[in-house]
């Protein structure tokens, strides 16, 4: 019998930080999400002289994509038929440099993923399920199929990295700190230099620990790196950088307080996060000192949140019947209630000078990171009833919106048939916590 694993790992949703986590002085906080993406993997004896990866992404046309990983290469993964996918060459690459495997047994390794519906538009896509688990087929490739921004690559890159480990140290322990650690500082290498871009990592991180408070480590640890066609000298320090640099990262795990809950709505057009960081980058250095007084700001308002919804979780512990009282408040209370409290005040009087900083930031940066119409539907997201605060996450645009409501709020039914709302589609998602977890292969069978 052939023996397989499986191990899955969420999506994200960074609720404040964005352009200023770039930044390792500045810290974000990051959501995980119920919707995650998965890889179920399978060791086989190769049946040529060749070791092979092939991964295969059936929901999307029966994408495949088929390396041959040979040491006298470097490792670097060789497409059988020219397809190819950055993020899981980059995770094959690093894996197989790191570990330097023997391959004088040829090996098959297949790897097959699936991903949770609220990565990507649902249009014209067919449901399979079992009685496990359920996925969205659909008739296009990856690349051609509309994403909702819930971070699909960063879930990809770390379930093939924990996939792909797992092959080389069959006693990999996803619930073991020291291997998560590994997991996530090998997916961070190749995400990044699949991206062909320096992100903050903040995705990454989530996929593999969860919802957390995060702060980015120096970008130069990954583009220090040699070529890859330093060969031996790109593994030895890739394996330096592994184990033994401090990343200086900050990763502690956190959860949005009780009884609240993230609502993220689609608005279906979507924005380009680098073109919209490189217009920011370029304001904030051509703005200096006054853009560093703005980073200031967001920063302590950043900070206050984060601290305001620590307060809230443990008031719901200490004080249970003043916490009700909160939501209650919340759940059709009106403005007045809402705001004698001096918790919720905080968190919103946060909320809307971020976005108020941020307008500025769009108006003289030209990047669009809360344009007018988003405004509009953040604004009105606020009247209803349930709503803590609405926020662009992440890079903002028009991807989506994230609101934090109280569990009770029915934000469906309050916005059906009212025009304000006729751009967005609320997502069947909810935050949740857990990053990185081992699943059970059986799970994936005869999806139907
Ligand atoms: N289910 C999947 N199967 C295979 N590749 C995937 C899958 N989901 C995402 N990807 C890869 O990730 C890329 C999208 O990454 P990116 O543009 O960074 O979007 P996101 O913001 O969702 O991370 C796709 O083009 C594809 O290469
Ligand atoms: C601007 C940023 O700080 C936040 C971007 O957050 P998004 O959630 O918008 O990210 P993508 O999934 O890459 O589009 C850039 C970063 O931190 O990488």
Redesign the pocket.
Known sequence: MVESRAFSAP?KALLVGGYLVLDPKYKSYVVALSAR?HGVVSKHESEDNHTRVT?T?S??NN?S?SYIVEENNAFFPNSVDGKR????EMAIFNVFTYFKPDLSNKLDIQIE???DSG??SQAGSVLKRNSFKEFSYHSHS??EVP??????????ATVVTAALVSVFNPNLDVNRDQDLTLIHNLAQVAHCQA?GKVGSGF?VAAATFGSIMYQRFDPRLITDLPEHSAGQIYGQQLRSLVNQVDWKVTIERVRLPDQLRLVMGDVNSGSE?TKLVAKVISWYNANLPRSLDVYEELNCLNEEFIKTLGVLNSLAAKDPNRYAQMMEALNGGGYKRIMAFSELAKLRNCINCIRENFRLITKESGADIEPSVQTELLDACMWLDGVLTAVLPGAGGYDAISLITTKDADIRSQTEGNSAFDAVTWLDLSQADIGLVEENPIHYQDLK
Request: net charge negative; glycine share 12%; aromatic share 16%.
């Open positions: 999506g993406m991964v992404s929901q999307f994408d994509w996918n950055p993020f899981i993923i699936f991903s990565y990507h990856i690349t994403k909702t921004g819930l971070g699909s690559s960063a879930g990809l991206q995705d996060t």
